[in-house]
């Protein structure tokens, strides 16, 4: 499926601003003015400049927080993408009921605490962020995660994602949730892809972000068949 640009001229501005080059822009500019956040149950809330805001926004990180206050700006992030901030381009701090998580390993096990799944869900989150694709929310959809090419404003996103765990996952084990999958994601104009979480990962090494390093993802796109489009044609001799 070919992507669909929202206006005239959207696809040449995507071209002229890569989403690497403005992570990369962002990953610069909390990192000098040390972009701090706070962890609860469910999100991590992170106070930034009005200019540290756009750039968060032009990466689509978080949400923004209505405030009335003029100099600062609420972002809320999702564990996924607090932990991708904090833990791959290592441009935020975040903080804990008043104390810093001062390294990796504390803040993994803070937020696995709060969320059991979190080791697959970001292991499919960061592998589809370090291919440079925008990553948020599938909830609306029924799905983990949709993707984007670029900047939703610029374009629709393409893929609708789930996320199976290949160890203990009974999503899309009959013909009748693949086919519900296909046809929601298909009249909303995505393609579903599904990504395969693989590997043996001891116990203890659960509680260390290094068994990041033991998962594989299996990319697998399904799409509706029609027959109308696959028959040929009956008039051919």
């Known amino acids: 499926m070919a992507p669909r640009w929202k206006w005239k001229g959207a696809e040449a501005k995507a071209l002229a601003e890569p989403v690497s080059k403005t992570v990369s822009e962002l990953q610069s500019s909390l990192a000098q003015i040390e972009v701090s956040g706070f962890l609860s149950s469910c999100n991590v809330l992170l106070s930034v400049e009005p200019e540290q805001a756009?750039?968060?926004?032009?990466?689509?990180?978080?949400?923004?927080?209505?405030?009335?206050?003029?100099?600062?700006?609420?972002?809320?992030?999702?564990?996924?993408?607090?932990?991708?901030?904090?833990?791959?381009?290592?441009?935020?701090?975040?903080?804990?009921?008043?104390?810093?998580?001062?390294n990796e390993v504390a803040l993994w096990r803070s937020m696995r605490s709060f969320k059991t799944n979190f080791a697959i869900s970001y292991k499919a989150y960061s592998h589809l962020r370090s291919k440079n694709w925008i990553v948020r929310s599938g909830l609306q959809y029924g799905v983990d995660f949709v993707v984007y090419r670029h900047h939703p404003s610029l374009v629709h996103s393409e893929y609708a994602v789930l996320v199976q765990?290949?160890?203990?996952?009974?999503?899309?084990?009959?013909?009748?949730?693949?086919?519900?999958?296909?046809?929601?994601?298909?009249?909303?104009?995505?393609?579903?892809?599904?990504?395969?979480?693989?590997?043996?990962?001891?116990?203890?090494?659960?509680?260390?972000?290094?068994?990041?390093?033991?998962?594989?993802?299996?990319?697998?796109?399904?799409?509706r068949w029609s027959p109308e489009l696959g028959r040929e044609d009956e008039t051919r001799t």
């Not at 104009?189 to 260390?208: D, F, H, R, S, W």
Request: hydrophobic share 40%; glycine share 4%.
């Open 54 to 102: 756009e750039v968060l926004d032009r990466c689509c990180f978080g949400r923004p927080v209505v405030s009335a206050e003029k100099d600062k700006r609420w972002i809320q992030l999702s564990f996924e993408e607090a932990f991708f901030l904090f833990y791959k381009l290592k441009c935020i701090k975040i903080s804990l009921r008043g104390r810093s998580l001062e």
């Open 165 to 223: 765990f290949i160890c203990g996952n009974d999503r899309l084990k009959v013909w009748s949730d693949i086919h519900c999958s296909v046809r929601l994601t298909g009249s909303v104009a995505k393609t579903l892809l599904v990504l395969y979480i693989n590997g043996n990962v001891n116990t203890e090494n659960m509680n260390l972000p290094l068994c990041l390093e033991d998962y594989t993802v299996e990319e697998q796109t399904i799409r």
